[in-house]
């Protein structure tokens, strides 16, 4: 949760859920059991070890001559494991990611049909899955009889050198027979040692795959000032910003927003308008530092936001997205979300301010209902009404609304619409909206196109210039 917004724009969810379940029980299963094998295995082979060099030297080298071939072959083995134990992290990533869209998306795929399509890709990628584990049995099931089977041959012409007639009168059948006892005994932990080796390498793989996600560089938060309460003054002066970044040739990167220029004083509202794609929810995210802009600077009551603390800017702002989130907790908790020290009764306000309670009365245990996942036992224009309560509560200077009443009905609309003027009373307040009929009464109307500013004034004004704001009006109400 410490990365930036760009990352998780690149970073599947199922992926991510892999890496805190999958991987991390793999590190758990190497640092509890693997380790303590390694340790203690190895320290008696030492010690068998030792004790075959105290009573014969000769034979002992004899029965080493066969470590570098023993330690080629666990090298190799080595390498398979990490290779092939990556591959099943990334298997399993896909795995999560598959059941996680199609459990999320389950009334689409009813909807059209499409339970035989998500049978097979999730049989396909779970076949990539069990083939990656066969893999690695294998090679744990073939390294584990080769070494020992070296080590036999060892044994063997151990056997055979001390027949020899140098050796036989120079070591006595006591030390023979411990010398063999020990080595017999050094088959045991090499065997053990082979089959922790795949658990260690599993590991180690999955290490890599934690920590690079732990070292990539965490949002960046290197401003110093804090807010008591923001004046609520906002201005943008020549904004430019591409979500791929800027690369060496400026004018061939695609630029979401261009030289996006404006100011809000305190308690205006302003209206950003335009077609889907335009740069108007792009806006909203810089002044919420989810991205910083490539070029240009963003002021609030006259300073750079990037002078603020993270956590003291977005303070600031009171935020209802297109797509509200709502959590797998009651709906007083969802409502008081960011604001959690809020009193029973402060809820119960923002909750009538928002016409919450018109529903929440209905429910069996009122605003103490668990709302299930993503609140899924709310309508659209519901959720969004809890959205608007979380944004009341808040008490924020400035108000962000992302197309806020685009899933109401009628009647809803007209009741969020009493809330919301009530809400940005004193507030400075940012719409976005397709619904030209929501922002009529805005101080400022900003009309975008992609990521430039075409047109901006008072609603009255922009439709007497008969430019893009008059046709998009005239085009949303002709009968």
Known sequence: MAMPVSFHDKESTGGLISKLTFDTEQVLNSVSRSVLVIVQQSAFVIGLIGLMFFISWQLSIIFLLVTPLIAIIVSIVSKRFRTVSKSIQGAMGEVTTAAEQTFNGHKVVLTFGGQKREFDRFAKINKHNRQQRMKLTAAKAGSVPVIQIIASFALAFVFYAVNSESLRES??????????????????????????????????????????????????????????KSQGKIAFKNVNFAYGGVN????????????????????????????????????????????????????????????????????????????VVLFNDTLANNIAYGKPQASRE???????????????????????????????????????????????????????????????????????????????KNRTSIVIAHRLSTIENADKIIVMEQGEIIEQGEHQSLLAKNGTYAQLHNFQFQS
């Open 171 to 228: 070591i006595s059948a006591g030390s023979f027979v411990s010398v063999i006892t020990y080595m017999t005994m050094l088959l045991r932990p090499l065997k053990m040692l082979t089959n922790v080796n795949s658990e260690f390498q599993k590991g180690m793989a999955a290490c890599v795959s934690i920590f690079a996600v732990l070292d990539q560089k965490t949002e960046t938060d290197d401003g110093t000032l804090v807010f008591d």
């Open 248 to 323: 060496d040739k400026t004018e061939a990167t695609n630029w979401a927003l261009k030289k996006l220029s404006f100011e809000l004083n305190t308690g205006e509202t302003l209206a950003l308008v335009g077609r889907s794609g335009s740069g108007k929810s792009t806006a909203s995210s810089l002044l919420l530092r989810f991205y910083d802009a490539n070029e240009g600077e963003i002021l609030i009551d006259g300073v750079n936001i990037k002078e603020y603390q993270l956590k003291s800017l977005r303070e600031q702002f009171a935020y209802v997205s297109q797509q």
């Open 346 to 424: 402060d809820i119960i306000a923002a909750a009538k301010s928002a016409h919450v309670m018109e529903f929440a009365e209905q429910m069996e245990n009122g605003l103490d209902t668990n709302l299930g996942d993503n609140g899924s036992l709310l309508s659209g224009g519901q959720r969004q009404r809890v959205a608007i309560a979380r944004a009341l509560l808040c008490d924020a200077p400035f108000l962000i609304l992302d197309e806020a009443t685009s899933a109401l009905d009628t009647e809803s609309e007209r009741h969020i619409q009493d809330a919301l003027q009530t809400l940005q």
